[in-house]
């Protein structure tokens, strides 16, 4: 509402924004000196800890593939039995947010919830069933979503795909050329539920000759190297044992080892019996394990204990100061004066959210980016669905919005 109480929109998520996505400006990221990225996973289920994982991990090792200089924090190249697309798992679309300027349009304001991935349009409309006008292909199962005609979010489930044709369990209440989404793709679904990811160690094998036998060297792609030197009969064999070397040898099955590279190191074509090959393949992998377990350092940081002065010397409600212990520290360090949290002493005119998200911004108000001021008298007001209202100050200097508790 403006301030004489007209209504500028009504029934709109105001303060619902897209998901962030960054993976397309990772590489940046990286190069002005970030070592760590966290997944917001909240509340999330496993296939959308699985997807957007393997999206990240996936982008992270195209970058390291062709950037020498930076290197992987541990061990290990993951291998995925699917291929990775954020949208199918949970989407409001996508925004990088702001790591540059100002975006174009960083809202969600039709709903909160995940709309998926945008699949077509409806096409035309038949008594069970209607048709599809689109690139991607639905399936038996699938969960689709709309906004309706008052902009509302409904949804409906597919019973049956025929070509472009779609048949729901329930006729919705659709129009044609409305937009469609897929919130829920039941094959995609299917591949997370099984054992879809694998990381393994990457591994150099060679297998050579001794006076008394063979000699089997691993090395790994940190550099760790184990030698098991066994005794065997040297017997010449009537057909090339190539092949049948490299695969008895390099089945390295549920340790965590991939053999990336096999060395044949022999001066006849030798017979070697595959019950022998197998025991000391093993012998070789377990020690390399116990080899890389000797060999592993955990970096530890140790917190020193400081006196370095606050620079501030009094706190207010947006210190968050709610117990005793995080009230001694700040005194501790040179503060005279700290307030309470918001939740233990709700103070007058307080700002209860500061954000880049601007709705004058988004309304096309905006006269540094728009050129164009609000046709509504100001202060703006949320109101919500219960009549409580927050004031909204506009802080343009700083390219911020804050809500306020009035």
Request: glycine share 4%.
């Amino acid at each position: 509402m403006d301030a004489e109480g007209k209504t500028i929109v009504r029934n709109k998520h105001l303060l619902s924004l897209k998901d962030m996505n960054r993976i397309e400006i990772l590489e940046e990221l990286i190069e002005a000196g970030v070592t760590s990225f966290k997944i917001e996973g909240r509340l999330k289920d496993v296939s959308y800890v699985k997807n957007i994982t393997a999206a990240y991990r996936s982008r992270l090792d195209e970058i390291l593939q062709r950037r020498p200089e930076y290197r992987r924090a541990s061990s290990g190249v993951s291998q995925y039995a699917f291929t990775p697309q954020p949208d199918k798992s949970f989407s409001r679309g996508f925004t990088p947010y702001l790591p540059d300027q100002k975006p174009h349009d960083i809202t969600s304001f039709d709903t909160p919830k995940s709309l998926g991935e945008e699949m077509g349009s409806v096409k035309e409309i038949r008594r069970n069933h209607f048709t599809v006008a689109g690139v991607k292909s639905f399936h038996n199962g699938d969960g689709v979503c709309y906004l309706n005609e008052k902009g509302v979010m409904k949804g409906f489930r597919i019973n049956r795909v025929e070509e472009n044709k779609i048949y729901p369990a329930e006729m919705p209440d659709i129009t044609p050329r409305t937009r469609l989404y897929r919130n829920f793709d039941q094959e995609f679904e299917r591949q997370l539920l099984r054992k879809s990811a694998e990381r393994k160690i990457r591994v150099e094998m060679e297998l050579s000759e001794n006076p008394h036998g063979y000699n089997l060297s691993l090395k790994d792609e940190d550099h760790i190297r184990v030698s098991i030197n066994f005794p065997a009969p040297k017997e010449i064999a009537r057909t090339s044992q190539t092949e049948q070397l490299k695969k008895q040898l390099t089945k390295l099955g549920n340790t965590p080892f991939q053999v990336t590279h096999f060395t044949l190191k022999l001066s006849e074509n030798y017979f070697i019996p595959a019950s022998l090959l197998t025991e000391y393949r093993r012998q070789a992998a377990d020690k390399l394990l116990q080899n890389r377990k000797i060999n592993y350092r955990q970096q530890l940081h140790k917190i020193q204990e400081s006196s370095h002065p606050y620079p501030e010397n009094k706190l207010t409600y947006l210190g968050n100061v709610r117990n005793p212990e995080a009230k001694r520290f700040y005194l501790q360090h040179g503060v005279h004066e700290v307030s309470p949290a918001f939740e233990e002493e709700t103070p007058e005119n307080s700002v209860l959210m500061f954000c880049k998200h601007c709705i004058r911004y988004s309304m096309g108000w905006c006269n540094r980016y728009h050129q164009q001021s609000s046709p509504y008298p100001e202060p703006f007001y949320l109101v919500t669905s219960d009549n409580r209202r927050f004031r909204l100050e506009f802080d343009c200097k700083k390219c911020e919005m804050r809500v306020t508790n009035p």
